[in-house]
């Protein structure tokens, strides 16, 4: 079965600095997805990838699929305390359109 | 994007009692899943409901325990019976395939935080 890792599992960042955080596919990617729960509530739909090598980007968070496909990582820029929460990745299984998930990175912004 | 809801937020329940949750969507959509988030875990699919026929449960899931309707393309409800503490945990809707949407992208309620004491 599909298993994505992710890593860290946890981060705690100053507001104002960069951090990344990578998803890790033992096999090929057909979809990866990007969410970000708050504490206790539901996910927040962040962005999709598919195509090897693709970069999508929304304000300060820009996610990146690599060439091979088992790989990708999301890339916050000067971090602020709204982007405190759990990133999750979420991959298309190949049999179908449901999602398996990473464990999560939760990800602290001290002001 | 759809806004999807679900009824109620948050539930504290008896031990041996059952919970219907509800998952209304604004518009039409074609898939509709439900998923189990236990406390400091990762997601994990229960069922994907499938409108006017049984639902279709992942391993590790049974009708008896997880009753799913979907009458419609819009709504969805999830019972979870004769509970238990180890139920205790998010329950959220999710949906595919919106009208006029032609990516796979799977929007997800604001979840049911469940309680069994």
């Known amino acids: 079965s599909q298993e994505l890792e992710q890593s860290p599992q946890s981060l705690i960042v100053q507001e104002g600095k960069n951090l990344t955080i990578n998803c890790t596919s033992s096999k090929t990617l057909y979809g990866l997805y990007w969410y970000k729960q708050k504490y206790g509530e539901g996910l927040i739909f962040l962005m999709m990838l598919q195509k090897g090598g693709e970069e999508k980007s929304h304000e300060k968070i820009t996610a990146k699929l690599d060439e091979k496909k088992q790989q990708s990582s999301l890339h916050i820029t000067a971090s602020q305390p709204s982007h405190a929460g759990i990133y999750l990745c979420?991959?298309?299984?190949?049999?179908?359109?449901?999602?398996?998930f990473g464990e999560g990175t939760q990800l602290t912004v001290n002001p | 994007s759809a806004v999807i809801s679900q009824k109620p937020s948050r539930d504290i329940c008896q031990r041996g009692t059952s919970l219907t949750i509800q998952c209304q969507v604004d518009?039409?959509?074609?898939?509709m899943f439900w998923y189990r988030q236990q406390p400091g875990q990762s997601l994990t699919l229960i069922a994907t409901a499938n409108q006017g026929s049984e639902a279709t449960y992942e391993s590790g899931f049974v009708i008896d325990k997880f009753p799913i309707s979907r009458p419609n393309l819009t709504f969805s409800t999830l019972t979870v019976s004769n509970m238990s503490p180890e139920d205790s945990s998010i329950y959220l809707c999710?949906?595919?395939?919106?009208?006029?949407?032609?990516?796979?992208?799977?929007?997800f309620g604001p979840g049911t935080r469940l309680t069994v004491l």
């Open positions: 999710s949906v595919e395939r919106l009208a006029g949407d032609s990516t796979d992208t799977q929007y």
């Open positions: 518009s039409q959509v074609t898939m």
């Open positions: 979420g991959a298309d299984r190949p049999s179908g359109s449901r999602l398996t």
